[in-house]
């Protein structure tokens, strides 16, 4: 697929690890189409945005790229592939605001707060939910850790990614970041293989079947 292409391209340009990389971007855009499947009237244009967004998000993230840059580059892309103008600018602005921790930093410590997509807005929050459900994936947290310390011991790699999941992961519902009912129904089994692989220190991550 074409799309995956794209975007392994962008990660070795911009050097993005595995834990942003092409295997997440995959497991975004299938959790994604999963989602859009509970919803009702899921019209071929938003189902599109929603998609797109899912699988592109982190080729246009500020850890790893210039934003504005990265957008551009995006954006030629899309209309390569004959997305509409329309779609291409919904899908940049929904990969450039759908940042938890930026959302967070907005919320500051209050409920989420989030952007105005017009007719978008469910594609962008299909998009937001499936990338949160992605995180309930140990391995991807530990890859990052290793990432951006690469200095520090096993066992200081494995406190940090429990805390993590800790204060973060496991409150995504109590907190009201999760809240499609599609994605609800995927908490309990994601919660629990999270649990399982903390406790055993387990780095499984099944490759998605795109």
């Not at 990389?21 to 244009?45: M, P």
């Not at 800790?166 to 129904?185: C, K, N, P, Q």
């Amino acid at each position: 697929m074409e799309l995956f292409q794209f975007i392994e391209s962008m990660c070795q340009k911009y050097s993005i690890d595995e834990s942003h990389g092409l295997k997440h971007a995959k497991g975004t855009f299938l959790k994604a189409r999963v989602l859009l499947e509970t919803l009702e009237g899921v019209e071929e244009d938003e189902r599109r945005v929603a998609l797109y967004s899912a699988a592109l998000h982190d080729t246009c993230d500020s850890k790893y790229t210039d934003v504005d840059t990265a957008s551009l580059e995006i954006m030629n892309w899309l209309l390569s592939q004959g997305v509409t103008g329309d779609e291409v600018n919904a899908i940049i602005s929904i990969i450039t605001t759908m940042s938890y921790s930026k959302l967070k930093a907005t919320a500051a410590g209050g409920p989420p707060i989030y952007p105005d997509h017009g007719k978008w807005q469910r594609a962008y929050h299909v998009a937001r939910h499936a990338d949160l459900l992605e995180g309930y994936i140990v391995a991807r947290c530990y890859l990052y850790n290793l990432h951006i310390h690469p200095d520090k011991k096993e066992d200081e790699h494995w406190t940090l990614v429990r805390n993590l999941f800790d204060r973060r992961v496991f409150t995504y519902v109590e907190d009201g970041w999760i809240h499609l009912s599609g994605a609800l129904t995927m908490v309990p089994l994601l919660t629990e293989e999270a649990h399982r692989c903390l406790d055993g220190r387990l780095m499984d991550w099944a490759e998605p079947s795109v």
